[in-house]
């Protein structure tokens, strides 16, 4: 299979996800727009270089279900795979 191609706004967002960080963070460090934004955090879910996190009390725990529709509910954090993404665009 392909590798697939990791546009630069993914590739934006997708830097600043070293450490879990939330869906505002996010928006307000990259500048994007909310929809670009969730379009980008969609794409990179899907694909796998990064992971969602939902709250359980006062702590954050990774989740297999996320709410596409209220991606701002939810804490992202880039995988091994998307953490190789961003060494391999440095190089």
């Not at 697939?4 to 939330?22: A, C, D, H, I, Y």
């Not at 879910?45 to 996320?66: D, P, Q, R, V």
């Amino acid at each position: 299979m392909a590798k697939r191609k990791v546009s630069t706004s993914e590739q934006n967002v997708l830097g600043r996800l070293v450490f879990p960080e939330s869906f505002e963070t996010v928006l307000n460090e990259t500048g994007l727009q909310y929809g670009e934004l969730r379009d980008d955090l969609i794409n990179l879910m899907s694909f796998g270089y990064i992971e969602a996190y939902e709250k359980k009390g006062n702590k954050i725990a990774l989740t297999s279900f996320y709410d596409a529709d209220n991606l701002q509910d939810f804490t992202f954090r880039a995988t091994k795979k998307g953490l190789s993404e961003i060494r391999g665009s440095r190089q």
